[in-house]
């Protein structure tokens, strides 16, 4: 018989949404499952450390959980090195510690205020302080995908017609528009997040998993057994298919 396999989408600091959906996955069986987080943990939400906190603490109980990289987790692990680091696929007028991508928020579930007048030094001399290693090291070391038998898991996406091995960090962390509009059959089902819809969506080649729990709703999880998959809800399962 196979073994379900969870996979949770962009959390963005929504620690209250994060332990809501274990716990349907606790309630669908999966009290020692195999979950996969499709990436951007912090960012925009109120409590940023608090899901860090989480997800670490379950990996170190060993809990079988597969946490990917997400392209905010990188922006947050780049502005922490010895001097910030930038992240040039952003627009001009983005950085980091803008209110629209939200690691003001961010480094506030640190204790650390970060206002539009501040000087970025200032604020990053502030967050090594109040941000442990612990943090540091988990989003450096998280891996960019993930693969089964059937299923490939990336933040964003991948580029079509690219071998699945030969995927860039770039694509996998960012891509959109490429991968959204690309209809043909990739190796493996992808899953995915980073750009929101309304509810979880199975595009036949793709689903994405993220449904704007960075603006306040609530967070998706899926279900997958072979080749059926489902949407967990607190009524149980619902059939997700293209």
């Not at 539009?116 to 960019?144: I, S, W, Y």
């Not at 299923?151 to 580029?159: L, M, Q, S």
Request: glycine content about 10%; proline content about 6%; overall charge negative.
């Amino acid at each position: 018989m196979t073994q379900p396999l969870y996979a949770i989408g962009d959390i963005h600091g929504q620690h209250s949404e994060l332990l809501r959906v274990l716990q349907l996955i606790e309630a669908d069986g999966g009290v020692d499952a195999e979950i996969v987080f499709i990436g951007d943990y912090t960012d925009r939400g109120p409590a940023s450390a608090a899901v860090l906190d989480t997800l670490i603490a379950g990996q170190a109980a060993g809990k079988p959980w597969t946490c990917l990289k997400g392209n905010h987790d990188r922006m947050f692990s780049w502005f922490m090195r010895d001097y910030p680091m930038h992240d040039a696929h952003l627009m001009v007028e983005l950085y980091w510690l803008h209110p629209r991508l939200g690691g003001e928020a961010t480094l506030a579930s640190y204790g650390v205020e970060a206002k539009l007048t501040d000087r970025q030094l200032a604020v990053h001399a502030k967050a090594r302080e109040a941000v442990p290693q612990a943090h540091l090291d988990f989003l450096n070391g998280l891996p960019l995908c993930h693969e089964t038998d059937a299923y490939f898991f990336a933040h964003a996406g991948i580029r079509p017609g690219v071998p699945l091995a030969e995927q860039t960090e770039h694509d996998l962390l960012w891509i959109r528009k490429e991968f959204h509009i690309d209809t043909r059959l990739h190796p493996k089902l992808v899953v995915h997040g980073h750009t929101p819809v309304k509810q979880a969506t199975h595009y036949g080649n793709r689903i994405n998993i993220d449904v704007g729990a960075g603006y306040g709703q609530p967070l998706a999880a899926i279900v997958l057994e072979g080749p059926d998959c489902w949407s967990l809800t607190d009524k149980g399962r619902v059939p997700l298919r293209p």
